[in-house]
């Protein structure tokens, strides 16, 4: 049994004039010690998923569909009261921004305490103790304990939440972009101290990013969102040499490669994501995709297999290896922006 | 670059703030009602003498002589009279018009001292901000209610001294708040460039900056006429306003002071829920005001 | 090192800025009492003093000297709590306002606390509660009684709970000849209690719809912050999340209100006392301007306005206490 199953989820955002789903039959898993990369744009839906299976979406947003089972228990089913058993001490969340992570008007070393008596009823003294020692874990002073947020840089900061969320030895933990706000060196030594707290505690990581180099370079398997569905999920390797869908070939190339020529500009993905996905029909990558036929926006293409574990939802995927060479070019992606632009 | 024309800060243009102004009212019906019922009050005022059936200072008789004292309402007087036989409903239509012009002129009084001050110890600093920073603080810590009924006690009680004791009273506020603004504007880009093109101090501070915090200069303005309007009644109603105006403190007073308040109703409750009407109304569209030209959103 | 001792200048800058202008009020009032019509001297002695008082008076005083060394005078004597004999009484000022200045502190200071007490649990509660009936009501009831002239309140709350109903007394801090209690002894007693409760409520709910209003807005803002979501995401009961975090990071507009509040408090002291003729300094200072007695209202009002200084200092004081970002910065 998977560790965490995601079966169909929906989640959608109540707005004062409509509803819009942020997050549309999304189905995943993670097994127990592994690493999956939640990929894709902004707004693409994948900080809701994460949300939305350690039950904290914001008061106008809600699960429409599907289940979220963790360890054989039905997770959407639970109250907010309820869901605190599972909360941290089974799966723990990192949050995009640790500028505001903390609470600005308490000292760090009293937030992380609150963990231990919250969870572990441990007393104060105690939980100092082993605040502290998560701390000397995460090469951060014992006694920065006293400071407050502001006072910690950037990289100390998200130092801090890593232990903090690892305290517990979770199974599961939820990253949401967790390097963003950060240069690539202090990116790099935050990964390499995750790295090394997940070998000791063996939780699975769900690595919600933007950012395929990442995805590339510490995940296991990768789960392409765009405009609220998965349409790619597969093993990292063979997502990223074998993209099967023409959103993935594109992110492939959006991103700066070192074997690439020094001269080549990036080749960008025209057009925008849709505002409103649940009102198109048929795939909603179409209007910007360069190999789309009018079966592609008549019809919604189901997520298929490709290869044993491999899968992605797009009609054309027979064809994949020649849409793949095709990606390549620029010229693919530039008639697609001038189509679009004439369309304007 | 060294020309008499400078670059300006983006400057709130009127209109601009006139038309968000205008869509934040739309948006809030707290503030939709606030501004109904102050130009419902507005039009009382003006045309008080007009819209009074009797004059509030006359007592009124019945055809046999008699005075008609503590009659509760009728349909010849809407709002009953007083112990002294005078219409209830005439005296709150003319303590409408002097709260209304107490409260704009002290308004207006004190944030011409409060706004200038500020400029001025903002602006250049040094020496000058400390002495009137200095001052400021004082100022703040006089208890004004206490200092007026002194001060009024000794001078004259008139409405002419009302205002002036409290425009005198009231500035710190504004003086403060106009401060800390033309502080964080001092360090824009636009104010050197206006100085190193050689215009004058007070040129760059009253063409440049003050546009710039007039919005919340105004809003002051409009917390300043709630505060005074309630300061008014409440000198008013410990004795000490005017004789010869009518003003919803002073018909409280006379209320209080003849102990028939738990029998006539009609002669105490209206004034009362005229101020709360009127002093509730100008908060809300001060503070909706103040949302509106929040320094912090004309950066984006 | 840096932060007591930043803080121990910060506040001996204040109680320097505290002692001016005790001493400009002071300057100002001995100016303003020569300026009544008629014999400056009357604003000291009263003819209807006795021959005795009258001469010890001109002395301590110094009312045949010029008017330099009646100010030197005036100041030394203030300093040491010498203000005069009241006209009306016939006793030493001092006398009279020690006793006033309990009362209405003993009704003021635990309206002021319940009023934040209850306006920042409340204020958090009902920005928690968005949305609800509970949430509605309240602020608009806060919004509605901010603005009702605290006296015309104390009238109605005085029509409705004594006069109709019948409950509690209508003025006054005890009812005459009840006891023979004095001293602290007679705050204990039910009968002070009766009385109490009226003019509490009135002030408590004046004084707290400000901080409910205040703190309700800064709630709303600080619930949609990013650190609340790791609240929740830590497992803390949503009350947790808001009464232990949300409410504390919200507590800034607050103290910078305080700064308002020593001026508003004691205004709405004197007005209470007048109403309900509650024998405090407010009350004191206002019979006696009406029938001047200049040294008593002199004396009365200066007590005021060192209340309403001290208020302030300690409104400064808190403001730097609550945020840590302000203290550091």
Redesign the interface.
Same mark, same amino acid.
């Given at each position: 049994m998977a560790l965490l199953e995601v079966d169909r989820l929906s989640v959608g955002y109540r707005t004062t004039e409509e509803e819009i789903r942020a997050a549309q039959d999304v189905s995943l898993t993670i097994e127990p010690g592994e690493t999956l990369g939640l990929v894709g744009e902004s707004g693409c839906g994948k900080s809701t998923v994460g949300r939305a299976i350690i039950g904290i979406l914001a008061k106008n947003a809600a699960v429409a569909g599907g289940s979220i089972r963790y360890k054989g228990r039905e997770l959407t089913a639970l109250s907010f009261e309820a869901m605190r058993a599972v909360r941290w001490k089974e799966i723990a969340f990192i949050p995009q921004s640790a500028m505001n992570a903390f609470n600005p008007v308490y000292r760090v070393g009293r937030q992380i305490d609150e963990i231990f008596t919250e969870h572990q009823k441990l007393n104060a003294r105690e939980a100092r103790k082993r605040t502290v020692e998560l701390f000397k874990k995460v090469h951060i002073p014992a006694s920065r304990l006293d400071g407050f947020p502001h006072q910690f840089s950037g990289g100390m900061r998200q130092r801090a939440l890593i232990a903090m969320a690892l305290a517990l030895k979770p199974a599961l933990l939820i990253a949401d972009e967790p390097t963003t706000a950060l240069d690539v060196a202090m990116q790099d030594r935050i990964f390499s101290t995750l790295r090394r707290l997940r070998e000791e505690t063996g939780s699975s990581l769900l690595l919600i990013t933007h950012d395929m180099g990442l995805v590339a370079e510490n995940c296991d398997r990768v789960a392409v969102m765009y405009a609220g569905r998965i349409v790619e999920q597969g093993p990292t390797h063979q997502v990223l040499n074998a993209p099967c869908h023409p959103y993935t070939m594109g992110l492939k190339n959006a991103f700066p490669s070192m074997t690439k020529p020094r001269d080549e500009t990036l080749i960008s993905i025209p057009g925008s994501p849709p505002t409103n996905p649940t009102e198109m029909v048929g795939c909603s990558f179409a209007p910007r995709c360069p190999f789309a036929e009018p079966r592609c926006s008549a019809q919604m293409p189901a997520l298929g297999a490709v290869a044993r574990v491999h899968f992605a939802a797009c009609h054309r995927v027979d064809q994949a290896m020649v849409m793949r060479r095709r990606a390549m070019e620029r010229t693919a992606w530039s008639e697609k922006e001038d189509v679009l632009s004439a369309a304007q | 670059m060294l020309r008499e024309e400078t670059p300006s800060l983006p400057i709130i243009k009127p209109l601009d703030m006139a038309a968000r102004a205008v869509g934040a009212a739309c948006n809030r019906p &707290?503030v939709a009602i606030s501004l109904a019922i102050l130009a419902a009050f507005f039009l009382v005022g003006i045309f008080a003498n007009e819209l009074a059936p009797y004059d509030a200072f006359v007592k009124q008789y019945d055809a046999n002589g008699n005075l008609l004292r503590l009659l509760p309402p009728s349909a010849d007087h809407l709002l009953g009279t007083t112990l002294f036989g005078r219409d209830v409903f005439s005296q709150l239509i003319l303590g409408t018009r002097t709260a209304l012009i107490v409260g704009f002129l002290t308004a207006i009084a004190t944030s011409v001292i409060g706004v200038n001050i500020g400029l001025l110890a903002g602006y250049f600093g040094g020496k000058l901000d400390g002495a009137l920073m &200095?001052m400021t603080?004082?100022v @703040?810590? $006089?208890? +004004?209610?206490? @200092?007026s +009924? $002194?001060?009024l #006690? +000794?001078?004259n009680r008139s409405t002419w001294w009302i205002i002036t004791v409290m425009s005198l009273l009231f500035w710190p +506020?504004a003086a403060r708040v106009i401060r800390s603004q033309v502080l964080s504007l001092k360090e824009r880009p636009f104010t050197d460039a206006a100085r190193m093109s050689g215009a004058r101090p007070l040129r760059i501070i009253y063409k440049h900056i003050a546009p710039n915090v007039l919005p919340q200069a105004f809003v002051h303005g409009v917390f300043a006429i709630?505060w005074a309007i309630?300061?008014e009644? #409440?000198i008013n @109603?410990? %004795? !000490?306003g005017d004789p010869n105006m009518i003003s919803w %403190?002073t018909i409280?007073y006379d $209320? @209080?002071t003849s102990m028939v #308040?738990?029998t006539a109703?009609w002669w !105490? *409750?209206p004034?009362?829920i005229c101020?709360? *009407?009127v $002093? %509730?109304a100008f908060? *809300?569209v001060a503070e909706a005001y103040e949302e509106v030209a929040n320094p912090r959103l004309q950066e984006r | 090192m840096g932060q007591f001792q930043a803080a121990l200048r910060y506040m001996a800058r204040r109680a320097a800025v505290a002692f001016a202008t005790l001493f400009v009020l002071a300057t100002l009032l001995f100016i303003l009492f020569r300026l009544v019509p008629g014999d400056p001297t009357l604003t000291v002695l009263s003819p209807a003093l006795s021959p005795e008082n009258q001469a010890e008076l001109r002395q301590r005083f110094g009312l045949d000297q010029p008017l330099i060394v009646q100010y030197g005078l005036y100041l030394t004597n203030m300093a040491t709590g010498h203000f005069g004999i009241s006209f009306s009484r016939a006793t030493p000022v001092v006398a009279l306002i020690g006793e006033r200045v309990v009362n209405t502190l003993v009704l003021m200071l635990p309206a002021l606390i319940l009023a934040y007490v209850l306006g920042i649990f409340g204020g958090a509660l009902i920005a928690w509660k968005r949305g609800t009936l509970l949430e509605k009501s309240a602020t608009l009831f806060a919004i509605v009684f901010r603005a009702a002239p605290i006296f015309w309140m104390c009238i109605v709350f005085i029509v409705v709970f004594s006069h109709w109903l019948g409950l509690f007394p209508e003025g006054h801090m005890l009812t005459p000849g009840a006891s023979s209690d004095s001293g602290i002894s007679q705050f204990l007693s039910l009968d002070f209690l009766r009385h109490l409760v009226l003019p509490l409520v009135v002030m408590t709910i004046y004084y707290g719809c400000y901080p409910l209003l205040v703190m309700r807005t800064s709630m709303l803002e600080v619930l949609h912050d990013d650190f609340i979501e790791l609240c929740k995401a830590k497992g803390l009961s949503e009350r947790d999340v808001v009464f232990r975090h949300a409410l504390r990071a919200s507590l800034l507009p607050i103290t910078s209100s305080v700064a308002l509040l020593a001026a508003y408090a004691v205004a709405g002291s004197v007005l209470v006392e007048a109403v309900f003729s509650w024998p405090g300094i407010g009350l004191l200072m206002v019979s006696a301007v009406l029938d001047s007695d200049y040294p008593v209202a002199q004396a009365a009002f200066l007590l005021i306005a060192v209340l309403t200084v001290m208020g302030n200092l300690i409104a400064d004081l808190l403001y730097g206490l609550v945020d840590p970002r302000i203290r550091y910065s």
């Open positions: - | &707290r &200095r603080d004082v @703040f810590c $006089v208890p +004004i209610l206490p @200092f +009924i $002194v001060a #006690s +000794i001078l +506020i709630a309630t300061t009644a #409440s @109603f410990l %004795g !000490f %403190g409280i $209320v @209080f #308040s738990y109703w !105490f *409750l004034p009362g101020l709360m *009407l $002093v %509730g908060y *809300l | -």
